[in-house]
């Protein structure tokens, strides 16, 4: 018997209680509510460290009726703001269930061989070339140190200096190049990678937000010539900032021409490769070193998976091996073919698998590859180009409204599923006047409606910014935001009462 005092079983008892209050919570009725209710439920939920054991029924009681109640809602059909979204059932399911049955991502199970199996769906699905090395992780972020991480181990390798080993020579100076619309995750791997953020050149965009392709060879023969070394140039397949997609292909010949690492932050739109009439924005893409593709965006796994994937993986494995590891040294193929220590006579450690702790940051790990399985299995290729396609559906629709009335203005014209518009007054209001009224008009969408998309700057103006990725969301969302933003414009120019 044992005298662990947490409840190990109970499952199906705790799972009913929970899943009663979910069931509630997924209805999605007021948006606003937890955020409201702030007071309340903060005063129940910060206490100080417990001394005596609530028990297992209590503290599950209280979870159901204090915490999930008051969650975020990501998830919700309205909410069209984080690039990230709530995963759907079969996901979310899956990511319970992985909890239980298979807690670590290692060892000989079938959670394990999904890893593997999924990483390769996903590349197909992204048009990525055979054989390329895919490894998760928990986001875009961390996928995007890993990737850079292996593109400076190749960049120092040409110079014969193994980074990973030896650390960063005093006496050079390495950048990447990156267009300045790129995600912010760059930089900071910049600076997790010894080359700071001030390492990122920021290559300028024309007016639809595309990275300047002559401007990156001039930053770059300036660099060559200065003895600056060049880790990596990244390439966006889709912005988080409003969709854009580079030019890959003039910036793959860049990368070629001068012996270049070419990353793809496909972190949001990669999928979208997917889609016949969309790949041809993403032609090049199958040129790269490095990849970077968010499951927990377009697929809607749920937070905390994100993919990289790389053409050579012993960069990879040279930058984030933990070897030697004698607890770990047990077995299985070490991914760049090394022998893998000696075989005990146990079941589990004898193989190990793919040792993706060389390849990432992390050791324990749970899996996520189920939950990408479990997606494309339930909808398959087929189901991921429906919902992709609506999705960019959606941004074109709303830009097309905002197009054809008088007092809305697009701001993009939408390459993947983001928009980018505005509320524009008659008359003669300056610029500043424009910002500050859309400014206000947002802030009223998200008290006043349960749509909650959130702005951005385009070329220098305040722009309201529905991203699609929300697998929930209907068209009359869309149509909804639409109608939402042309009252609240009119009323806050008419002088009409507010209503808040
Ligand atoms: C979302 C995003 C990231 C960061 O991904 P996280 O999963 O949020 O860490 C990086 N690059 C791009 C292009 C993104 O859209």
Redo the contacts with the bound molecule.
Sequence with gaps: MTIDPAEAGQTTEGAAVVLASLENWLNYSDLTEPARRRRQWAKLLDQPLPLDSAGFDSAIAEFAENVIPNGLPVGAPGFNGF??TGPTTSAALAQFAAAIASPQRYGVSAFNLLEEVSLRWLAELCGLPAGVQGVYS???????VLALGAARQAAFAARGIDVGRDGLPGDVRAVLYASSE??H??QRAAAVLGLGRGGVRAVPVDNAQRLDVAALEQLLLADLAAGVLPVAIVA?????NTGAVDPINAIADIALRHGVWLHI?????LPAACVPELAPLFAGSERAQSW?V?P??WLATG?GC?ATYVRDAQFLHDTFTQTPAFYLAAGGARADGSAAGHEPAGWAFKDFGVHYDDLSMELSAPPRGVLVWIVLREIGRLGLQLRIRQHVGFARRLTDIARRHPRLEPLIDPELSIAALRYRPTGHPTEAEVDELNRAILTRVWQQTDIYPTSTIVNGAFAIRPAYINPRTTVEHVDGLVHAIIRLGDELTTGAPLQS
């Design positions: 690039i990230t928990t986001g875009g972020s961390t996928a995007n790129s995600h995750s760059i966006n397949a889709g912005t988080t932050d496909g972190a949001f739109g970077v968010d927990h965006k937070v994100g």
